[in-house]
């Protein structure tokens, strides 16, 4: 079976630091990808992890232990606009990557 | 411009009409999807292309019916609506499936059935 979980919302404060773990279990496993969804918008591609270990994009950095079936979204300096939904998405193959229903990320100020 | 867009973004409709939604993609991906998303359930992979004339089921295409005698082209038609397919669907497309290729999703079409 496949199945994907993350927390459903996680709220922090400008400037810091937070984590969006997420744990998954498919058939197969080619990789773990990161979307991020505004309110109202569409989903934009953030990070994409084929193999184990940290990769950085600027603020956003994504991990990925596939011995552990887990990975997550580290968010350093947060910002207001950083506020929105993210969703890890596992890939079990080459056509279809499971979404879940995401994390809401709430920034205050 | 390049990209990919929807139409229409807001459409309602009465149950038991038919309604097409379209997409249409200038980028020459091979790979099409359609996902609809409703509070509670996340993102859920309705159908998806591979290329044209190759379409497969997703999670949920019960109720759906897709076409792709164009690679561009990409449309999502509801044969009968219900009540349950009111929901804000996404069309994306991407270069090799969304495994290490990004899928660029459409800004949506939000669909009501009274």
């Known amino acids: 079976g496949q199945s994907l979980e993350q927390p459903s919302e996680v709220t922090a404060v400008e400037g810091a630091i937070v984590q969006i773990n997420c744990t998954y279990q498919t058939s197969g496993f080619y990789g773990l990808s990161w979307y991020q969804q505004h309110d109202g918008g569409a989903p934009t591609f953030l990070s994409y992890n084929a193999l184990d270990g940290l990769e950085e994009t600027g603020r956003f950095s994504s991990f990925l232990s596939r011995s552990d079936s887990y990975g997550y979204l580290l968010l350093q300096e947060l910002q207001m606009k950083d506020s929105a939904s993210y969703f890890c998405?596992?890939?079990?193959?080459?056509?279809?990557?499971?979404f879940g229903t995401g994390t809401r990320l709430q920034v205050f100020p | 411009d390049a990209g990919i867009t929807q139409s229409p973004r807001y459409k309602i409709t009465e149950t038991g009409r038919q309604v097409t939604l379209m997409c249409h993609q200038t980028?020459?991906?091979?790979?099409m999807f359609w996902y609809r998303q409703d509070l509670g359930h996340g993102l859920r992979l309705i159908y998806y292309s591979a290329a044209a004339d190759i379409t497969d089921k997703g999670e949920v295409p019960d109720g759906y019916v897709v076409s792709r005698s164009k690679t561009e082209n990409f449309p999502l038609t509801l044969e009968s609506a219900t009540r349950s397919q009111t929901s804000v669907y996404f069309c994306a497309s991407s270069e090799a499936g969304g495994i290490g290729s990004p899928l660029h999703f459409g800004n949506g079409t939000r669909l009501t059935v009274t």
């Open positions: 998405a596992p890939g079990p193959g080459t056509d279809k990557l499971i």
């Open positions: 980028w020459s991906h091979s790979y």
